[in-house]
């Protein structure tokens, strides 16, 4: 249970910090939703958050507005 649990933690944390490095974007994963939620206060291009995500190790399965 204890080494799940620090997954989970790893996985929000790395996908969090890898969002959050794009100027203007403020992101937090919620893993009871299975997302994360992206704000921004400019256009950003799906694949500058998709390669993101990459980037922490993890694949992004859809992108809705």
């Known amino acids: 249970y204890t080494v799940l ?3 989970l933690r790893a996985f929000v944390d790395s996908v ?3 969002l959050n490095q794009i100027e ?3 992101a937090r ?3 009871s939703k299975g997302c ?3 704000f921004y206060d400019r256009e950003i291009q799906e694949d500058v958050l998709r390669r993101a ?3 922490a190790g ?3 399965v ?3 507005a």
């Open 36 to 38: 994360a939620e992206v």
């Open 24 to 26: 203007g974007v403020r």
């Open 62 to 64: 859809s992108i809705h």
């Open 53 to 55: 995500v990459e980037k």
């Open 29 to 31: 994963v919620n893993l």
């Open 5 to 7: 649990m620090n997954a």
């Open 16 to 18: 969090t910090e890898s």
């Open 58 to 60: 993890f694949s992004v």
